[in-house]
């Protein structure tokens, strides 16, 4: 790995140009990225959700979990992020980077179907009525309709 340590860049939105070593981080839109630590210079895009990546942050450090496995890149790097350190995992061969992919596509089915879930059976917030104007009778009309009723009687 050329990359050993990165540092992380909270962000609102990612540069045009990433700086390697850095690990940008925008909560607002819960993605990290960063260049690839092997120093290929491919951007590496990490969703933050549980069914993808999760950021945990200590003190000035951050991990990434889990590993980042570059496999759609020709370098195929896999690496950890832990406490702003890059720690080298083996490579992966063409089945186990087939059985990741079927696992994390299941992981993230499993999360959609979860949240579609919620939102169906998360109670909607009842229309509120419209507001019928409350319409103030004049001094005239309230003394019209009390002279009314008193004759009535």
């Not at 290929?40 to 933050?48: A, F, M, Q």
């Not at 992981?107 to 009525?129: C, F, G, L």
Request: glycine share 4%; proline share 6%.
């Amino acid at each position: 790995m050329k990359t050993k340590t990165i540092r992380s860049a909270f962000v609102t939105q990612f540069p045009a140009v990433f700086e390697q070593g850095v690990l940008y981080i925008s909560e607002e839109f819960e993605t990290a990225g960063h260049l690839c630590c092997c120093g290929c210079g491919e951007k590496v895009i990490t969703p933050l959700n549980p069914a993808k990546w999760r950021l945990r942050k200590e003190g000035d450090t951050v991990s990434l979990s889990p590993s980042i496995g570059n496999w759609n890149y020709a370098c195929k790097s896999h690496y950890f992020i832990i406490k702003n350190q890059v720690v080298e995992a083996g490579q992966f061969d063409d089945r186990r980077i087939a059985a990741v992919q079927r696992r994390d596509k299941r992981d993230m089915e499993h999360y959609v179907a979860r949240s579609n879930a919620k939102a169906v059976h998360s109670p909607a917030k009842a229309p509120v009525p419209p507001v019928k104007p409350v319409l103030e009778k004049s001094l005239v009309c309230e003394v019209m309709e009390f002279l009314k009723k008193w004759l009535r009687n």
